[in-house]
C-alpha cells in the first residue's frame, strides 16, 4: 500500500511537472543573467509567491503554452524568483531573493521584469492570459531586435507572428563551456542536424555550419572561438 501511495505521488510529480512546468527555468538570477550575457538574449525576471493565485494561474494556463514556450527558447532566459534567504550573485554582489524582490520594487506578484544586458527594458506588473502575454514577449523582442517604434497597443492589433531576429554571437570556449553545463536549450554541434530546430541553441565550432544554421532561421548560434 505503501509503496503504491509513493509511485502515485512520483507520476503525479510527473505529470505536474510536465503539464504546468517550463523546463528551461532557471531559479538563480546570477547563472541566468550570465547565460543571457553569452547569449545575447533577453532576461525575463518572474518574481513569483507559492501563495500567489495569479501565479499558480501562471504556472497553469500560459507557461505550458506552446507559442509562449517557443518564443522564450529562442528569444529569453527565463528565471523564477521567489521570496526567500537563496542567495546569489548578480552583478558583482550577493543578493537573498528577498533583497531582489526589494532591489527591483517589485509590489506584487506576478511581476515580470526585462532586462537587457545590465540595462532593465519594462516591468509589467500582474497577470496577462496566454494570448496577451505571448503578445507581450514578442513587442519586446521585436523592439530589442528592430527597434520597434510603435506602441503595444498598436502592435498587439496587428496579427504578427514574429519569431526573432536570427543571430551568431562569437564566444569563448570557457563561455560555451558555461552554456553547455546550465543551458538545457543549448545544443552542440559538429554539423548541422538532420531536424533543426530554430528555437534551439546551437553550439558550433565550425563557421560553415554556423552560417547554415543562421540562414535556415536558428534565433541563437554560438559559434565558438578557436583562439
Given at each position: 500500500m505503501?509503496?503504491t ?20 527555468t532557471?531559479?538563480?538570477?546570477g ?25 499558480k ?7 505550458p ?29 550577493t ?12 509590489r506584487g ?30 513587442f519586446?523582442?521585436?523592439v530589442?531586435?528592430e ?13 504578427d507572428?514574429y ?35 530554430i528555437?534551439t ?18 534565433i ?7 583562439k
Open positions: 505503501v509503496k501511495i509513493k509511485l502515485l505521488l512520483i507520476v503525479l510529480s510527473i505529470f505536474t511537472t510536465l503539464s504546468f512546468g517550463y523546463e528551461h532557471f531559479t538563480d538570477l547563472i541566468a543573467h550570465r547565460l543571457s550575457m553569452i547569449e545575447k538574449k533577453l532576461l525575463l525576471i518572474n518574481f513569483s509567491s507559492p501563495s500567489c493565485y495569479y501565479c494561474l501562471f504556472e497553469k494556463e500560459v507557461l503554452n506552446k507559442d509562449v514556450q517557443e518564443i522564450l527558447r529562442g528569444n529569453y532566459i527565463f528565471v523564477k524568483i521567489e521570496p526567500g534567504s537563496y542567495k546569489t550573485t548578480f552583478l558583482g554582489k543578493y537573498t531573493n528577498d533583497q531582489l524582490f526589494g532591489g527591483f520594487a517589485v506578484t506576478p511581476t515580470f521584469v526585462f532586462l537587457k544586458d545590465q540595462g532593465q527594458v519594462t516591468q509589467v506588473p500582474g497577470f496577462m492570459p496566454a494570448p496577451d502575454f505571448l503578445k507581450a514577449l514578442r519586446i523582442v521585436k530589442v531586435d527597434n520597434y517604434k510603435g506602441s503595444f497597443e498598436e502592435y498587439s492589433k496587428k496579427n507572428d519569431k526573432g531576429k536570427p543571430t551568431i554571437v562569437n564566444v569563448k570556449k570557457e563561455d560555451a563551456d558555461y552554456v553547455l553545463k546550465y543551458d538545457k536549450n543549448a545544443q552542440s554541434v559538429d554539423a548541422v542536424p538532420s531536424k533543426v530546430d528555437n541553441l546551437y553550439v558550433t565550432t565550425n563557421s560553415d555550419v554556423a552560417k547554415k544554421l543562421n540562414g535556415m532561421g536558428v541563437r548560434v554560438l559559434l565558438v572561438s578557436s
